[in-house]
């Protein structure tokens, strides 16, 4: 299975830009993804293939890479971020997904 | 609006099965796969597997091959997984989303936790 590795956790403040990363054991081409999950509800999609704005998500979030390291980046970060951020590829069979990255306050 | 809307908790015995929905509307339901997500506690998400409404072809992760059973009932637009055998190793809030092969999950449903104890 490919695995995607996240670093587990950032402590940031609000107007910050924080970027994080995921990197892929093998080429994902650019089937990476992101979502937001805040706590007791389900994930949301921020940015799909790499780089593209969901709809409705604002412009502060972006993202960028392509094969095995990708970077997803908010900028400025407000409070309302406060979340756990997922890679996902759906390149290979099967679907996985990043361990998550917890942004917390400073 | 597109909405998946799941099932209840469920509290449930190590050994027994559970059959958890999915009801799609919003959208033309054979027009988008139906995947489905586990999420234990405090964990990281783990795709199950996915089925086409149209077809009612099936992908499953290796991992959850003989565990979960995925079905659709094109008539209600409603997408199913059956959980055997379960086990604590179950207990997990399960997910339905939305995509097509190859794509991203745009939309998702709200959630189910499963609870397997004795």
């Known amino acids: 299975d490919t695995v995607l590795t996240q670093s587990p956790a950032l402590a940031v403040s609000p107007g910050e830009r924080v970027t994080i990363s995921c990197r892929a054991s093998?080429?994902?081409?650019?089937?990476m993804h992101w979502y937001q999950q805040k706590p007791g509800q389900q994930p949301k999609l921020l940015i799909y293939?790499?780089?593209n704005l969901a709809s409705g998500v604002p412009a502060r979030f972006s993202g960028s890479g392509s094969g095995t390291d990708f970077t997803f980046t908010i900028d400025p970060v407000e409070a309302d971020d406060i979340a756990t951020y997922y890679c996902?590829?759906?390149?290979?069979?099967?679907?996985?997904f990043g361990g998550g990255t917890k942004l917390e306050l400073k | 609006q597109v909405q998946l809307q799941q099932s209840g908790a469920e509290l449930t015995k190590p050994g027994s099965s559970v059959k958890i929905s999915c009801k799609a509307s919003g959208y033309t339901f054979t027009s988008y796969d139906i995947s489905w997500i586990k999420q234990r506690p405090g964990q990281a998400l783990e795709w199950i597997g996915a089925i086409n409404p149209g077809s009612g072809g099936t992908g499953y992760n290796e991992k959850f091959k003989g565990k979960a059973t995925l079905t659709v009932d094109k008539s209600s637009s409603t997408a199913f997984m059956q959980l055997s055998s379960l086990t604590p190793e179950d207990t997990a809030v399960y997910y339905c989303?939305?995509?097509?092969?190859?794509?991203?999950?745009?939309?998702w449903g709200q959630g189910v936790m499963v609870t397997v104890s004795s």
């Open positions: 989303a939305r995509g097509k092969l190859l794509q991203w999950f745009d939309y």
């Open positions: 996902h590829q759906s390149w290979n069979s099967p679907r996985t």
């Open positions: 093998e080429s994902v081409s650019t089937l």
């Open positions: 293939k790499a780089s």
